[in-house]
């Protein structure tokens, strides 16, 4: 790969790496706690307890929405691309990929990989798996990933994909979990397919129940995939989560409550992982439905909340204040310098005068299944809007079903989001108009504007401007109240080892604990 340079001035290179450089480092570990363990070594049974997981969960990789399907797919599947724990791209399907000017990708196709059903992955398995993301009739979460494409093609050994205009990230968008290649049946992939060409073969699975793994004998990474069976467990309840990690039941548990943090660590019980990245847990309104289509109430819960506080109540210091922000410190262009909402009572009065309102009384639907304490996330945002004439009446839902029941059917809810390590990835997923997840409905013209020209923009000073002017339309007009980013916090058993460096891009280290980790 050269570095010659395109007709915008940039070197292919630079286009290249722009979208490697991004990702936030992962948390590395104590040197105390990395003497102990002992290399990488095959064997045993990895059983995982997650607080997530819906009966609707299924094998269609565009339909992941929550950490039990993440993990699942990610036992049995690889993408293009995948992010390393030092946040940088690296290959895996697409053993290599430029572009000349961001707008034409080619991605070179891994030969030598097999699936679980003994077929060899070709190139036109991989067009089938990107296929199954676009198209007027595509269900997939990120089909806004691929309404700029306009062309998928195969030339030899490489997949070709042409945008409508640059996009010097797109090479990130292709690790997202969504895009799993699987086997191409007549030119399309089967979605109620189990088979893939990750680590662990696929021996039962129930929907947000349990799925149980075997180990891949055939795997083409040699140093991956230690386990010899995975078991992941759908946990709702965070007490039960943490009793089957004490006694022994699972081997690694989520969404610790950081108030079990030092009884776990005096008695010696469990291993503390605490990872800071761009993770961070929100209220998104319905900007469709009153009140929350006034965006004069919209700033008065945003001024109502004490950001601070629940940094401190609810993580335990195990995260950091946000303004409403979704894009995090580690992010390249984050607006560190964007006027701070603070706790305000005043302020939220004089917005709900504005609306032409004395006083406000809202629902808000909340369950820990949304994210460790959330119900008392609720219940102290409810205790300070009470100072600004807010009635927030706390509303606790099933864990069970939070996700297909609450989740984007209710008009205030409880809610989180993995950090992105570019902003394009997590404005597109969660922000633009029409994307599937964009969870408060909302709509912002100049935000959509900047959205599209930010992509293929070159000049960093112009495209941090737009990316910055991005973050604050979110932040003072967005529907979205996003009082904190979140470590990942988890635990796992004492005998269970990971690597020096362990991912902050997603959790459970990038959600490929079963592929990096081992028993010491």
């Not at 007490?239 to 409550?257: H, S």
């Not at 004439?389 to 996700?403: A, F, K, M, S």
């Not at 997840?437 to 013209?445: K, L, P, Q, V």
Request: charged share 20%.
């Amino acid at each position: 790969m050269n570095n010659t340079r395109n007709r915008h001035g940039v070197t292919r290179r630079g286009l290249l790496k722009g979208a490697t450089a991004m990702g936030a480092a992962g948390l590395i570990l104590p040197a105390s706690y990395r003497a102990a363990r002992a290399e990488p070594q095959q064997g045993g049974t990895f059983r995982i307890g997650l607080g997530h997981g819906n009966s609707t969960d299924s094998y269609d990789p565009g339909l992941i929405d929550n950490l039990y399907s993440q993990v699942f797919a990610a036992a049995r599947h690889n993408q293009l691309i995948e992010v390393d724990a030092d946040g940088q791209l690296i290959p895996e399907i697409a053993e290599s990929w430029e572009s000349d000017d961001g707008q034409t990708w080619v991605f070179r196709i891994r030969q030598g990989v097999t699936f679980h059903s003994g077929k060899d992955v070709t190139v036109e398995d991989v067009l089938a798996s990107l296929n199954h993301h676009r198209g007027e009739d595509a269900t997939s979460a990120i089909k806004q990933f691929f309404d700029p494409v306009t062309d998928i093609s195969i030339d030899g050994q490489n997949i070709v994909v042409t945008l409508e205009a640059p996009n010097g990230d797109f090479a990130y968008l292709m690790s997202d979990y969504h895009i799993a290649i699987m086997p191409s049946i007549d030119g399309r992939i089967d979605p109620t397919s189990s088979d893939g060409c990750g680590p662990y073969v696929v021996e039962s699975f129930e929907p947000g129940v349990e799925a149980t793994l075997n180990r891949f004998p055939d795997y083409w990474k040699p140093d991956r995939g230690h386990f010899d069976r995975v078991e992941i467990l759908a946990i709702l309840d965070s007490a039960a989560r943490l009793n089957a990690l004490m006694t022994g039941q699972v081997d690694l548990i989520d969404q610790i409550d950081p108030a079990t943090i030092s009884m776990l660590e005096a008695q010696g019980a469990a291993n503390i992982l605490s990872i800071p990245g761009n993770a961070h847990y929100v209220f998104p309104m319905d900007s469709r439905e009153a009140p929350f289509n006034d965006n004069n109430v919209r700033l008065a819960l945003k001024y109502a909340i004490d950001r601070q506080q629940m940094v401190d109540t609810i993580l335990g210091g195990h995260g950091a204040v946000s303004n409403d922000n979704p894009i995090g410190p580690a992010n390249r262009y984050f607006y560190a310098d964007m006027e701070a909402k603070t706790f305000d009572p005043d302020r939220a009065r004089h917005y709900l005068r504005k609306a032409d309102m004395e006083s406000l009384t809202v629902n808000l639907h909340v369950a820990d299944a949304a994210f460790a304490g959330a119900v008392d996330a609720g219940a102290l945002y409810a205790e300070t809007a009470a100072q600004s004439g807010i009635t927030i009446n706390l509303v606790r839902e099933p864990n069970d079903g939070y996700w297909d029941n609450v989740w984007m059917q209710k008009p205030f809810v409880a809610s989180y989001w993995g950090g992105r390590a570019v902003e394009d990835h997590m404005f597109t997923t969660g922000y633009a108009a029409g994307a599937a997840w964009n969870d408060s409905f909302w709509e912002h013209d100049r935000f959509n504007e900047l959205l599209v020209k930010a992509r293929s923009e070159v000049d960093e000073d112009l495209r941090r401007e737009m990316y910055q002017e991005m973050q604050r339309i979110v932040s003072f007009e967005g529907a979205v109240v996003i009082p904190m980013y979140n470590n990942y916090v988890m635990a796992t058993a004492t005998n269970v080892a990971t690597p020096d460096q362990v991912s902050a891009n997603w959790n459970l280290d990038g959600f490929r604990c079963v592929e990096r980790w081992w028993f010491a």
